[in-house]
């Protein structure tokens, strides 16, 4: 079982906004860094986000993270169809010493 | 540009052995650890644990150790999960990735294409 909580789906039309949470504890989120992933169908994960908010060079700037206490969000702003992914976060776990991603969340684009 | 290939989809029958490799490029391959990721059919990722590229290190998440052993070629730049006494669950498509650690940040970011591993009688 996955110690990040993610909601299980999001949608929204084309051009709207939509935000996914990341929920977590002190001993991981609460202490450390988040990153986020977008895996397109079919394809393997891919880096979103890391270190909070910072984009990977080729990231379009629709896509924001932010963190606050023992939670961490991802913001897709003006989104597009290719934008329907399923989406997850991660963070270092320094109670269970390794790695943590978050329950994944499929975000349809309608 | 950095980039991992791993090794083609397996079937193998329950109890038989796999091994996955994952070949590395456009990087100083001891520059970053590396990592591997299960993710079972529909389902989530999973962290499986780490190896150190420079020393050969292994840490492995709980539940997968015993039966799945990291390791390494570099002189080849390569990195091998295996995974032994294959049972149905194990089915799942596995992933490398590299993985640092920087201060208060971990960041896993270039991954392989992931390998599809099917275990059926």
């Known amino acids: 079982q996955s110690v990040l909580t993610q909601p299980p789906s999001a949608s929204g039309t084309p051009g709207q906004r939509v935000a996914i949470s990341c929920s977590g504890s002190s001993s991981n989120i609460g202490t450390n860094t988040v990153n986020w992933y977008q895996q397109l169908p079919g394809t393997a994960p891919k880096e979103l986000i890391y270190?909070?908010?910072q984009r990977p060079s080729g990231v379009p700037d629709r896509f924001s993270g932010s963190k606050s206490g023992t939670s961490a969000s991802l913001a897709i702003s003006g989104l597009q169809s290719e934008d329907e992914a399923d989406y997850y976060c991660?963070?270092?776990?320094?109670?269970?010493?390794?790695?943590?991603f978050g329950t994944g969340t499929k975000v349809t684009v309608l | 540009q950095v980039q991992l290939v791993q090794s083609g989809s397996e079937l193998k029958k329950p109890g038989a052995s796999v091994k996955v490799s994952c070949k590395a490029s456009?990087?100083?391959?001891?520059?970053?650890?590396m990592t591997w990721v299960r993710q079972a059919p529909g389902q989530g990722l999973e962290w499986m644990g780490w190896i150190n590229t420079n020393n050969g290190n292994r840490m492995y998440a709980q539940g997968f150790s015993g039966r799945f052993v990291f390791s390494l070629d570099t002189s080849d730049s390569t990195a091998y999960l295996q995974i032994s006494s294959l049972k149905a669950e194990d089915t799942a498509v596995y992933y490398c990735?590299?993985?640092?650690?920087?201060?208060?940040?971990?960041?896993?970011?270039?991954w392989g294409q992931g390998t599809l591993v099917t275990v059926s009688s």
């Open positions: 990735a590299t993985i640092t650690f920087v201060g208060g940040a971990t960041l896993v970011d270039y």
């Open positions: 991660g963070a270092w776990d320094d109670s269970l010493n390794g790695y943590v």
């Open positions: 456009g990087y100083t391959f001891t520059n970053y650890a």
């Open positions: 270190r909070n908010n």
